[in-house]
């Protein structure tokens, strides 16, 4: 099997993490889109890309262990995430 790079995106639907301050994004939203624009580039260049979901969607922490777990050693493992905090947070 060709080497491959899995792609996944922190939280999802069940568990979307920090809005922004006008609630027009979430961590979820934006790992979503990140994860799906990498996916599209790497692709573009001739790599094997597996997802944790197809375009805008998000599976849950499960699916993207399940997906580490049966690639590991194959290729890579890379999970989207944000920090976001209170503004009093350092």
């Not at 568990?15 to 599209?40: C, I, N, W, Y």
């Amino acid at each position: 099997m060709p080497k491959a790079i899995v792609l996944t995106a922190g939280h999802s639907d069940a568990s979307p993490g920090a809005f922004s301050p006008s609630r027009t994004f979430s961590e979820e939203d934006l790992a979503t889109r990140l994860r799906d624009d990498v996916a599209s580039r790497l692709r573009a260049v001739g790599h094997r890309v597996i997802e944790d979901g197809g375009d805008g969607v998000n599976e849950p922490l499960t699916r993207a262990l399940e997906l580490a777990r049966k690639y590991r050693g194959l290729g890579h493992a890379v999970e989207f995430h944000f920090n976001a905090g209170s503004k009093q947070g350092t």
